[in-house]
């Protein structure tokens, strides 16, 4: 049992790409300072300084000692508050991820199971909330029910359930014309069993997949949204906060937009890279085949 995690690792470098170690790489990295964050960082992220106000990184006459990405206009440190910011953006992302790939998977099974009506219903559904201008939806009910984190990850859940709902609904349908689900359901089994311990792991490859591709998506969504100023509030902060804090100083004070803008960017491309992978090893363009999993 001990050699598996080495075996593991040993295939995927053998079988992935350059581009996809380094991306998982990129990953491992910020997700373990986001969570490290206090023990990095010795300034709190909130701490105002102006007799260090603006001042620049390292390499442009900064102190390695005090502020390796510098200091923002209240002479707050640039890391501390990139590293916490990365932590409410993550945990924001993948919470919102999550719900709403649980809201799709349990929809598109009703769906694929009751059919008739029901069916029709979420069917209806899908389709309108693809057709909803979401951002503007979004500052809507920002709006109206106000900026909490859990409003947010509503959100978050609302922007990426249709997705998941169709692909579980047309995916559950073509499991139950397989055959094996009838006749579980001819032994006895109940429906949510069948769902649950069959039908699920035949289509969670996909599913995981496209959870991988709407990460990013909604990163960004969340990003947007905090640069308006209708997301996360101080003296909460996140990517998107920072981000908008910067946009006013960048022809004096670059830092300030380019630190949380380099991480959005490297985030989203290497998890982009990285689903792009995982849908080659489910095709067979990798050869890092389900029996190489633990």
């Known amino acids: 049992m001990s050699d598996k995690p080495m075996t593991f690792i040993r ?16 990953l491992a990295v910020l997700a ?9 960082c010795g300034h709190a992220p909130e701490a105002v300084n102006l007799m260090n106000r603006l001042k620049p990184p390292v390499p442009f006459s900064g102190s390695a000692f005090n502020h390796l990405l510098g200091t923002d206009e ?26 709403g790939a649980s809201i799709g998977l349990g929809l598109g099974f009703m769906a694929a199971h009751f059919r008739g009506l029901v069916d029709d219903m979420v069917l209806t559904a899908i389709d309108f ?28 859940a609302v922007y990426g359930w249709d997705r998941y ?4 609904r047309n995916l559950s349908l073509s499991a139950l014309t397989e055959g094996y689900a009838g006749a579980l359901l001819a032994l006895g089994a109940s429906p949510g069993r ?19 591709l709407n990460f990013p998506g ?10 308006l100023g209708v997301g996360v509030q101080p003296p909460l902060t996140s990517l998107g906060v920072l981000l ?36 080659g090893s489910l095709d067979g363009t990798y050869s890092f085949s389900k029996s190489d999993r633990l």
């Open 11 to 26: 295939r995927f470098l053998a079988a992935a790409p350059a581009s996809v170690v380094a991306s998982v790489a990129i």
């Open 218 to 227: 909604t990163i960004l969504l969340e990003t947007s949204l905090s640069f």
């Open 74 to 99: 209240l002479g707050r440190d640039i890391l501390s508050r990139l590293l916490h910011g990365m932590r409410i953006s993550f945990l924001i992302a993948l919470a919102g991820t999550v719900a």
């Open 129 to 156: 909330n693809a057709a909803l201008p979401f951002i503007i939806m979004a500052l809507a009910m920002l709006a109206f029910f106000g900026s909490q984190i859990y409003i947010i990850i509503a959100i978050m």
């Open 165 to 168: 709902a169709r692909l579980a």
């Open 32 to 40: 373990i300072s986001a969570v490290l964050a206090g023990q990095i």
């Open 244 to 279: 908008g804090f910067g946009r006013d100083y960048l022809t004096t004070a670059w830092w300030i937009a380019v630190a949380p803008g380099t991480v959005i960017v490297m985030v989203t491309l290497s998890i982009t890279v990285l689903g792009d992978f995982i849908i």
């Open 194 to 212: 069948i769902y649950i311990r069959h039908i699920l792991p035949n289509i969670a490859g996909v599913l995981i997949v496209n959870m991988t």
